[in-house]
């Protein structure tokens, strides 16, 4: 079962607009990903943040992480046209041996209009 | 650098067939992990190698199975093919098995007819 919901599951902005996103997870984590996937292509790594950090940035994405109500947000400033796309955030569990596997949600479908 | 390379990029395949998967990963990166991906799902972890060996692995049937050779590029082998087996297949690799990023291929799409 996927441990990540994304909520909304559709966005549908204006470029120029902010878009935000938010994941929610269940269990405990190292850290937490958000990624993006054009058309059904492989996934490209955004930002990682990890438990001990509350806010990241990079470029027009800002990421927030609140362990204790076990969420995070993406939020994507003065979109483009070339933002749409799906975007996943997927979380690493404190597993036994060191070894770590991400576990993704549904993801959260954008569109930018022109 | 080359990034995560995966062959091929498209396959079809009848039930029943067997399959199998390639990845390179990226340069200077050790560990490689499958996940599948369904239409409109996100990705599922499948299993991961590291040292030649299966590390973890997620809810899937032994009809899934893998390698990894010396030079850490790896297969995903897949018997018995089941319509349901039509999905994504990407491979990602990472530095080590810890809580590290990790890098993904454009994928395998494999449809099961």
């Known amino acids: 079962s996927q441990q990540g919901e994304e909520d909304p599951q559709a966005l549908s902005i204006q470029e120029g607009e902010n878009a935000t996103m938010n994941c929610s997870y269940k269990?405990?984590?190292?850290?937490l990903q958000w990624y993006r996937q054009n058309s059904g292509r492989g996934l490209v790594h955004l930002i990682l943040?990890?438990?001990?950090?509350r806010e990241k940035h990079s470029g027009r994405l800002r990421v927030t992480l609140d362990t204790s109500k076990k969420s995070s947000s993406l939020l994507i400033t003065a979109s483009r046209a070339a933002d749409t796309a799906s975007y996943f955030c997927?979380?690493?569990?404190?597993?036994?041996?060191?070894?770590?596997?991400?576990?993704f949600g549904a993801g959260t479908r954008l569109a930018v209009h022109p | 650098d080359a990034g995560v390379t995966q062959s091929p990029t498209h396959l079809i395949k009848t039930r029943g067939q067997q399959v199998t998967l390639r990845c390179s990963p990226k340069s200077g990166h050790d560990t490689v992990s499958w996940y599948q991906q369904a239409l409109g799902q996100g990705p599922q972890f499948i299993f991961q190698?590291?040292?030649?060996?299966?590390?973890q692995r997620g809810n899937f049937p032994d009809r899934f199975s893998g390698h990894q050779f010396p030079n850490y590029s790896s297969e995903l082998n897949v018997n018995a093919l089941l319509l349901g087996d039509s999905a994504l297949y990407l491979c990602?690799?990472?530095?080590?098995?810890?809580?590290?990023?990790?890098?993904f291929g454009p994928g395998t799409r494999l449809t099961v007819t």
């Open positions: 943040i990890r438990s001990n950090e």
């Open positions: 997927a979380t690493d569990g404190l597993f036994s041996g060191g070894y770590n596997k991400l576990i």
């Open positions: 269990t405990s984590i190292n850290n």
């Open positions: 190698y590291y040292e030649e060996e299966e590390r």
């Open positions: 990602a690799s990472s530095l080590g098995t810890g809580p590290h990023e990790q890098y």
